[in-house]
């Protein structure tokens, strides 16, 4: 290997190691900002409730679920989020604690989860088994990302234990929520190790 090709390829790791952190640290946004009205649930309710989004022509990354703290003073319960695609597959989950450790973000406690990639085009459901706080649901007027949007049904539910993926059509449900960020488009960074190495050719022939 030539010491051009050599350079390039440590180029093109270093490059591709940048484009990983770019994606997975990108400044990240509530899928649901916020919304309004709605009613409250009571606390002994064994449900799964989820509201449905469909992700704009870009994939995108989520790095964070949460559940609604519906007073932002801790939450009673811990409860599990997840997330699925219009299958049923369950594609990422996690555990938020009970009390005010996981971080705050609008009235979401959020925790941290390994970046799940979401598929432009694709419908996917988000939600968290209740039981144990205050549930919303008929939440109206939720306010979206821009990388994505609701789709019909708004949510989904399902009864029982634990965490199920939700297959009844409701109104909207609000209480699980997510961070995303956009996926930096790979023809940018290809562009960018073919540019380096260009220049880095020419300035060894010098």
């Known amino acids: ?5 050599r350079n390039c390829l ?7 190691f940048s484009f990983f952190l770019m994606s997975k640290h990108a400044n990240a946004d509530l899928v649901l900002a916020s919304f309004s009205g709605g009613s409250f649930g009571a606390t002994n309710v064994n449900q799964t409730n989820s509201f449905n ?6 994939d995108v990354f989520i790095s ?5 703290d519906h007073n932002a003073d801790g ?4 409860h599990e ?22 971080q705050l973000v609008g009235q979401w406690r959020m925790v941290e989860i390994a970046s799940i990639r979401l598929k432009s085009a694709e419908t996917y459901l988000i939600g968290a088994q209740v039981f144990g706080d205050r549930y919303v649901f008929n939440g109206e007027n939720g306010v979206y990302d821009d990388a994505v949007g609701p789709v019909s049904p708004g949510g989904s539910l399902t009864n029982g234990s634990g965490l199920n993926f939700p297959t009844n059509p409701t109104g909207g449900r609000f209480n699980a929520n997510a ?20 220049v880095f050719g020419k300035r060894r022939r010098r």
């Open 1 to 5: 290997m030539s010491f051009i090709s």
């Open 10 to 16: 440590f180029i093109l790791v270093f490059l591709g």
């Open 53 to 58: 989004i469909v992700v704009g022509p870009q």
């Open 64 to 68: 964070q679920l949460g559940f609604f």
């Open 75 to 78: 939450l009673l319960a811990s």
């Open 81 to 102: 989020v997840g997330v699925w695609n219009s299958s049923g597959t369950l594609v990422t989950s996690a555990i938020v604690p009970s009390g005010t450790s996981a």
């Open 179 to 198: 961070t995303i960020s956009a996926v930096p488009e790979p023809s940018s960074f290809v562009l960018l190790v073919a540019t380096s190495c260009v």
